[in-house]
Nanobody
Framework: QVQLAESGGGLVQAGGSLRLSCAASGRTFSSNAMGWFRQAPGKEREIVAAISWRGGLTYYADSVKGRFTISRDNAKNTVYLQMNSLKPEDTAVYYC???????????????????WGQGTQVTVSS
């Protein structure tokens, strides 16, 4: 059974940093694109960042470019999201996701991902 476990969320002041981790178990995802999404109250879930299976190709939403960095460690079956210069508008539940198809490119919509974590809350105070 595949499980994705996010960690690293919490409460931080504006301008601060957090590092989210998502550890996968039940299957090796070294050949699968991975992504981070977020959903704020009253809003639809949106993509934040995505990374190819080798890590050579990344995508960032315009709202986080230059502040967030996605990375992965295939040996640990883990994807990370380093979040710097956090803003109150970054407050949301953050989800990691994995594409089920091997070698598929990073997807930009939630419908392209097959496995999801339970989410971790990130709250940025002003």
């Amino acid at each position: 059974q595949v499980q994705l476990a996010e960690s690293g969320g919490g409460l931080v002041q504006a301008g601060g940093s957090l590092r989210l981790s998502c550890a996968a178990s039940g299957r090796t995802f070294s050949s699968n694109a991975m992504g981070w999404f977020r959903q704020a109250p009253g809003k639809e879930r949106e993509i934040v960042a995505a990374i190819s299976w080798r890590g050579g190709l990344t995508y960032y939403a315009d709202s986080v470019k230059g502040r967030f960095t996605i990375s992965r460690d295939n040996a640990k079956n883990t994807v990370y999201l380093q979040m710097n210069s956090l803003k109150p508008e970054d407050t949301a539940v953050y989800y990691c996701a994995v594409r089920g198809s091997n070698w598929a490119p990073p997807g930009l919509t939630e419908y392209e991902y097959d496995y999801w974590g339970q989410g971790t809350q990130v709250t940025v105070s002003s």
